[in-house]
């Protein structure tokens, strides 16, 4: 553990924080149980540390109790286990009263003006104060702007009477999931680490060390805030960067994912992004919003951020565009067309719907009068989302269903799609994944 920024004049105030933390006697509560906060959960507590998990969502909380995942990537013998070791969940917020440790994983969406919506955070922030006490640590893990640390959650946490670096520690750390990467998890996953005060900063690393292979401490929470949007914007630009391209490639008539695999040969300067429908999960559509919002206090306009975020926001529509020309092709009209969306999920090979551009698909298609379905073996039903209402089951993909549809739209590359049956059955699929890099009569890019 890097300890550049440790004050030990600020030790001995935090000396019983510390204390337990080494000997792993500390409690743990970890507020919002989703794709964040739950493996979170899980990682703490087999760790050795005692852990509560809240959330407001009673359906998850009875699941958790009787030892059932509700995330595809989890597996419901980690529940068992950390349940049969002490794991508490619970949806009463006192219980916050009882620990040592307080992580906010709770969501940071947009509001309908593109503009942050921190309402969750600081509802939750005002539940919790009931119960906040001296000695305790909170940890904002949430994706927000530059400030939201001292400006929303320092300014509550005094008015409630405690003062922070002395008797209260208050840190910022990105959530860095990748929900579904084999190759990475919780504990793997490099930990970002700000600090209100240096003694806060020296209690998070502290903390963070103890389920974290490695962690990053960093002079500031706004600094620590930064760093999530800049990750997240890095890839958005790209990604925004290669759609565009790919909408060329497809006027000119050249396969972009054979030239991107070629230029990636480069062994220097390039890195291979792949272009799709759109962009879903809950960062990279968001969470550039979230800064180009905090740079207007500052009378900065970020043009290329938000260029960016135009263009990835309209690929569902121009992939709508491909799916309305290619049926016209073929003697036919989206409206009372049957099409099936194959992947609900935004990314492969997970059950995670967040921002998914399917959702977005599914809604155009059904808007201009397409008689809408949808396969995902990852996700049996229709999910609640929160712009989004379908009442829809995924349809099983045998060779006599895929026939019964007009078009067959690859919005998510599954792994265990059967892309030969696919091919074999269907009359036409719109392939936004590259796919199928053969020719296939019934095969269209896009």
């Known amino acids: 553990m890097d300890t550049r920024f440790v004050d030990t004049d600020n030790l001995s105030a935090a000396s019983g924080l510390l204390a337990k933390i080494k000997d792993k006697t500390a409690k743990v509560c970890i507020v919002g149980l989703g794709y964040v906060g739950l493996p979170l959960a899980l990682r703490t507590r087999e760790v050795g540390f005692h852990v509560i998990g809240l959330d407001v969502d ?36 006192s219980v916050a009263q009882e620990a040592d440790i307080i992580i906010l994983c709770v969501p940071t969406p947009l509001n309908k003006y593109r503009e942050p919506d921190l309402s969750y955070v600081e509802d939750t922030v005002d539940a919790l104060l009931p119960h906040l006490r001296m000695g305790q640590m909170m ?27 002395t008797d209260f520690h208050l ?22 680490v700000g600090g209100c005060t240096p003694a806060c900063l020296d209690i998070g690393t502290h903390f963070y060390a103890s389920i974290i292979d490695r962690v990053v401490p960093v002079s500031s929470t706004r600094t620590a805030e930064l760093i999530k949007l800049i990750e997240n914007i890095h890839r958005a630009v790209n990604i925004g960067l290669v759609n565009e391209i790919k909408i060329i490639a497809d006027r000119m008539g ?3 994912h054979e030239a991107i695999d070629a230029a990636a040969t480069k062994p220097f300067g390039f890195t291979a992004y792949y272009p799709g429908p759109g962009i879903g999960g809950h960062c990279i559509p968001i969470d550039p919003f979230y800064l180009t919002w905090k740079a207007r206090e500052y009378n900065l306009h970020t043009h290329f951020i938000e260029l960016a975020g135009e263009i990835n926001a309209n690929m569902p529509g121009w992939v709508v565009n491909k799916v309305i020309n290619a049926l016209n092709d073929r003697g036919k009209s989206l409206k009372g067309s049957r099409i099936l969306v194959l992947g609900l999920s935004y990314k492969k090979n997970t059950d995670d719907t967040r921002e998914s551009p399917s959702a977005v698909l599914l809604d155009i298609l059904a808007g201009k009068g397409a008689l809408v379905a949808y396969s995902d073996p990852y996700i049996p039903r229709f999910p609640k989302m929160r712009n989004y209402e379908f009442k829809l089951e995924s349809v099983a993909l045998t060779p006599g269903n895929i026939a019964q549809f007009d078009a067959l739209l690859l919005a998510t590359d599954h792994d265990n799609f059967d892309y030969d049956l696919l091919r074999e059955h269907a009359r036409l699929i719109i392939d936004t994944r590259g796919i199928y890099r053969d020719s296939h009569d019934n095969v269209v890019s896009a």
């Open 254 to 256: 050249i396969d972009i």
């Open 139 to 165: 940890s904002l893990e949430s994706t927000t702007y530059p400030g939201t640390t001292e400006e929303v959650l320092l300014p509550k946490i005094k008015h409630a009477g405690l003062e922070v670096g």
């Open 58 to 93: 009673d359906e998850k909380i009875e699941q958790l109790r009787q030892g059932k995942s509700y995330i595809n990537h989890i597996q419901p013998e980690r529940i068992h286990r950390s349940l049969a070791t002490g794991f508490l969940a619970s949806s009463d917020f």
């Open 171 to 192: 840190v910022y750390s990105p959530e860095r999931e990748d929900p579904g990467n084999p190759e990475f998890d919780t504990r793997s996953i490099p930990k970002i």
